[in-house]
């Protein structure tokens, strides 16, 4: 397609078209899904049913944000599930024994299990950084190492059986409490969102990460510390991970090495659906978000159309295929308008 | 004397793309043991033309002779089969294979179905020793360097019998030194019968190489000469269609103090030795040279990009040896790279975001700690209208923007903060007469303000008529400086090539 024909498309499209080229796939998306699953389920468009579809999510859109950040520095982060995961049991393993010896100071138990839970996600995150942005490791193998000694790390640590003992406190400030009838999960995510909106549009180190990953050389020319930016990457991403693990431990009241192992692939997913370039440098945490929002949305209805679990795997696989297509088709048309 | 018969003639070639008329009746006539340059800007139709001679593309009217038989070329493996060989800018060469694999991909030898490896060995190190080329067949293409593997695509052409060799920009990506090895083995290619098409916007390669050129401009011949009557000036005016002085601004030089001091320096690749020089306010000194000369390696080494292995820099007074690029842009010093795509803009961000990217650490573009994108936003703008961007729009990526527009974009980077010195390398490469114009009156405005400016370049007219002092390099080493009224095309090109060479 040259642009005459581009024109002629535009010229000859229908309103819904042209809206597709402006705004992208996933709002179509979501529209489509509410439509179908409300057809299909007479529990999907009720408050309460919408209310948990947004607490399940907020744990992938934690982790989707985080992700962003190495796709749009041009990498990626396979780790994320792992880091998840060793938070979660860090989180457990610090909190019982505290919890056992000093039943009365729950307060100080909650700290500091969350503070060395998180720490030692983000720790999985600093490792992460150093290898891509100092030795030059390909995030591939970097990510992909990591993540195999967190798990193996967690398993050792636990001995593959969930670890009991974290004070009832925690789940239901963490996951069971309601403020104004959304469950707390959502505010935690609302206040990552805002801060990372305000991080990627507000702030220099949003704008080089987007530099950084869209022309590594003219960021270096333009006397950005490009190795800084990446470092930063994979530390924010592994620190959001962390985070999303202690909350699902929360939710799940035990520490689990067995947790998060979809998280690599559903939170590219959420990225790439919400319009993140594989190859760096373009994307936007809302429809990050809101991409997150639409796995767990697609998720929560097959479950209430009773599609059995397997299944949903394909589904979910072919819907990320098309919305790759679709986008490529959209960035066809867009190159070739040039106004 | 009597003519040469031509071996490859295009009889008046038009090539119609859907909106475009690429190709307007264009005649070409190549001679056995010639280079022929094809010379012209952007979007001239030199590739165009270049591609219907290699088989690319067939042409919409008119025709084409081989040996004075009317030919179709069927493709470009059909104008091979002819001796018609072309090397585009993109190689066909598959990386991780060796060099005699890839000398005879597509045509392996064989022996009862299996391969014959040691024939195929021995043919192609009988071409590679027959071309003269530093080059072992069992090595990996992808362990050489671009000049190096375009020797293999050349070598490539002389797998069958080579009787046209076409070339396309072949210096555009190469560095130190292997430009000059490319021009030795066209000179051997020539000297074997080969007729050479050779397209170029470079003019010193055309009086190093050419024994003729065929100007091109909006896809119609204006002119073919001998290398003899094509002077600067003629060819400059022949290809832009307009006069010199509307191309090039007249400048008020007042140097003042200086800015910018090299003192022998010699960087740990030794691409440039011993080398130095001086630009002071209120002057555009030129650094002149051929591709591989080493001129671009000087700017870099100022701008904390190249190692050094000895000598010093200084900026402003003061001793800035091996300072990083953001050091560098603090002090006040601007370095424009050659090539926007690879190392200056971002492509898919925003006119906003790439003019203001180097200075987002300072007012106006940073208060408290956040983007201060409002006045971000008036900043570039102002910076975009004075530089008649189009479009205006600098929310716009820069996919979207024509080269030319791409390119004031990268110099719209370093006037958005104070800057008293400007290195631009290769500032007009492949952008057309209009942006050309516009960016040669920014110098001029620039120098007259009182900064000082390294142009270096390897356009020979910019040097001539932009510069009021200009050091000439050629292999590393510095030549020659020459000042006022000594800038001359004679002596600059003197001192480009061997000294031997007169």
């Known amino acids: 397609m040259d642009r005459k024909e581009a024109q002629r498309w535009v010229a000859y499209s229908t309103p819904l078209q042209r809206l597709f080229v402006r705004i992208g796939v996933l709002p179509f998306l979501l529209v489509i899904s509410l439509i179908v699953f409300?057809?299909?389920?007479?529990?999907?468009?009720?408050?309460?049913?919408?209310?948990?579809?947004?607490?399940?999510?907020?744990?992938?859109?934690?982790?989707?944000?985080?992700?962003?950040?190495?796709?749009?520095?041009g990498g990626f982060d396979l780790s994320v599930g792992k880091i998840v995961a060793i938070t979660s049991v860090i989180t457990a393993l610090t909190m019982a024994p505290l919890a056992a010896a000093h039943p009365d100071a729950t307060a100080i138990t909650l700290i500091l299990g969350i503070l060395a839970g998180v720490g030692a996600g983000t720790l999985v995150g600093v490792v992460n950084g150093i290898g891509v942005a100092i030795f030059n490791v390909s995030p591939f193998m970097m990510t992909l190492g990591t993540a195999t000694i967190s798990f193996g790390i967690a398993l050792t640590l636990t001995s593959g059986v969930p670890v009991y003992g974290i004070p009832d406190a925690f789940g239901t400030i963490f996951s069971f409490s309601r403020i104004f009838d959304i469950p707390s999960p959502v505010y935690v995510t609302a206040g990552l969102f805002i801060a990372m909106y305000i991080l990627l549009n507000w702030t220099r180190t949003g704008r080089y990460f987007y530099a950084v990953g869209g022309n590594l050389k003219a960021s270096r020319l333009s006397g950005i510390n490009t190795r800084f930016y990446l470092f930063m990457a994979?530390?924010?991403?592994?620190?959001?991970?962390?985070?999303?693990?202690?909350?699902?431990?929360?939710?799940?009241?035990?520490?689990e090495a067995n947790i998060g192992a979809s998280m690599p692939l559903d939170s590219i997913a959420a990225c790439v659906i919400g319009g993140v370039s594989l190859r760096g440098g373009i994307g936007s945490v809302g429809n990050v978000v809101l991409g997150a929002v639409f796995i767990g949305l697609i998720q929560n209805g097959m479950d209430l159309a009773q599609i059995q679990s397997y299944l949903q795997e394909v589904v979910i696989g072919v819907l990320l295929i098309l919305a790759v297509i679709a986008d490529q088709l959209r960035q066809f048309v867009m190159l070739r308008l040039k106004d | 004397m009597t003519v040469p018969t031509p071996i490859l003639q295009a009889l008046t070639v038009s090539k119609q793309f859907p909106g475009v008329l690429a190709l307007d009746q264009v005649d070409l006539e190549l001679r056995a043991g010639e280079v022929h340059v094809l010379f012209g800007e952007n979007g001239a139709g030199k590739s165009t033309l270049i591609q219907i001679l290699a088989g690319v593309y067939s042409p919409t009217e008119g025709s084409l002779r081989f040996r004075g038989q009317p030919v179709e070329l069927q493709g470009v493996h059909h104008a091979r089969t002819l001796?018609?060989?072309?090397?585009?800018?993109?190689?066909?060469?598959?990386?991780?294979?060796?060099?005699?694999?890839?000398?005879?991909?597509?045509?392996?030898?064989?022996?009862?179905?299996?391969?014959?490896?040691?024939?195929?060995?021995?043919r192609a190190d009988d071409i590679l020793k027959q071309l003269g080329f530093p080059l072992r067949?069992?090595?990996?293409?992808?362990?050489?360097?671009?000049?190096?593997?375009?020797?293999?695509?050349?070598?490539?052409?002389?797998?069958t019998d080579l009787s046209v060799l076409i070339l396309?920009?072949?210096?555009?990506?190469?560095?130190?030194?292997?430009?000059?090895?490319?021009?030795?083995?066209?000179?051997?290619?020539?000297?074997?019968?080969?007729?050479?098409?050779?397209?170029?916007?470079?003019?010193?390669e055309i009086h190093h190489l050419a024994n003729r050129v065929?100007?091109?401009?909006?896809?119609?011949?204006?002119?073919?000469?001998?290398?003899?009557?094509?002077?600067?000036?003629?060819?400059?005016?022949?290809?832009?269609?307009?006069?010199?002085?509307?191309?090039?601004?007249?400048?008020?030089?007042?140097?003042?103090?200086?800015l910018l001091e090299v003192f022998g320096l010699t960087t740990t690749d030794y691409s440039v030795r011993d080398l130095s020089l001086a630009v002071r306010a209120g002057e555009v000194v030129g650094l002149a040279g051929l591709v591989g000369s080493g001129k671009s390696v000087v700017g870099r080494a100022c701008f904390g990009l190249e190692r050094i292995a000895s000598g010093h820099v200084t900026f402003d007074g003061r001793d800035v040896t091996g300072r990083s690029a953001r050091?560098?842009?603090?002090?006040?010093?601007?370095?424009?790279?050659?090539?926007?795509?690879?190392?200056?803009?971002?492509?898919?961000?925003?006119?906003?975001?790439?003019?203001?990217?180097?200075?987002?650490?300072?007012?106006?573009?940073?208060?408290?700690?956040?983007?201060?994108?409002?006045?971000?936003?008036?900043?570039?703008?102002?910076?975009?209208?004075?530089?008649?961007?189009?479009?205006?729009?600098?929310?716009?990526?820069?996919?979207?923007?024509?080269?030319?527009?791409?390119?004031?974009?990268?110099?719209?980077?370093?006037?958005?903060?104070t800057v008293k010195l400007f290195i631009l390398d290769e500032p007009t490469v492949g952008v057309d007469v209009g942006t050309r114009v516009a960016i040669y009156g920014f110098i001029r405005d620039l120098c007259e303000g009182g900064a000082g400016i390294l142009l270096i370049s390897s356009d020979l007219p910019e040097i001539l008529h932009l510069t009021n002092r200009t050091y000439v390099m050629y292999r590393g080493d510095l030549r020659a400086e020459l000042e006022g009224a000594q800038i001359t095309q004679d002596r600059i090109l003197a001192n480009f090539f061997e000294r031997t060479r007169g």
């Open chain 1, 38 to 73: 409300t057809t299909l389920s007479a529990r999907f468009l009720t408050s309460e049913n919408l209310i948990t579809v947004a607490r399940q999510a907020t744990y992938l859109a934690i982790v989707a944000m985080g992700q962003m950040l190495a796709l749009l520095t």
């Open chain 1, 234 to 255: 994979y530390v924010l991403c592994g620190a959001l991970a962390a985070v999303a693990g202690a909350l699902l431990t929360a939710r799940l009241q035990t520490g």
């Open chain 2, 83 to 122: 001796g018609i060989s072309s090397v585009f800018q993109e190689f066909s060469l598959v990386p991780t294979l060796t060099i005699e694999e890839n000398l005879f991909l597509g045509a392996e030898l064989t022996n009862h179905g299996f391969l014959d490896k040691t024939e195929l060995h021995r």
């Open chain 2, 137 to 159: 067949p069992r090595q990996r293409v992808q362990d050489l360097t671009r000049a190096e593997q375009q020797m293999v695509e050349i070598a490539k052409a002389f797998r």
């Open chain 2, 168 to 204: 396309d920009e072949p210096t555009a990506s190469l560095t130190d030194r292997e430009a000059e090895r490319l021009f030795a083995m066209i000179e051997q290619a020539k000297s074997r019968g080969v007729g050479i098409v050779y397209v170029t916007h470079r003019m010193s």
């Open chain 2, 214 to 258: 065929t100007v091109l401009r909006d896809g119609k011949r204006v002119a073919t000469l001998d290398v003899a009557e094509a002077d600067d000036e003629r060819l400059l005016q022949l290809m832009t269609g307009r006069v010199i002085s509307q191309v090039f601004p007249k400048i008020q030089y007042r140097p003042a103090r200086s």
């Open chain 2, 327 to 417: 050091e560098m842009l603090d002090l006040g010093a601007f370095y424009l790279p050659p090539d926007r795509r690879e190392e200056g803009l971002v492509m898919m961000r925003s006119v906003r975001e790439n003019v203001s990217l180097p200075w987002l650490a300072a007012r106006p573009f940073t208060r408290f700690g956040f983007l201060d994108r409002g006045s971000e936003q008036s900043k570039v703008r102002d910076v975009a209208d004075r530089l008649n961007l189009q479009p205006r729009n600098i929310e716009h990526d820069l996919e979207r923007l024509s080269g030319g527009n791409q390119q004031k974009v990268l110099l719209a980077k370093g006037l958005v903060s």
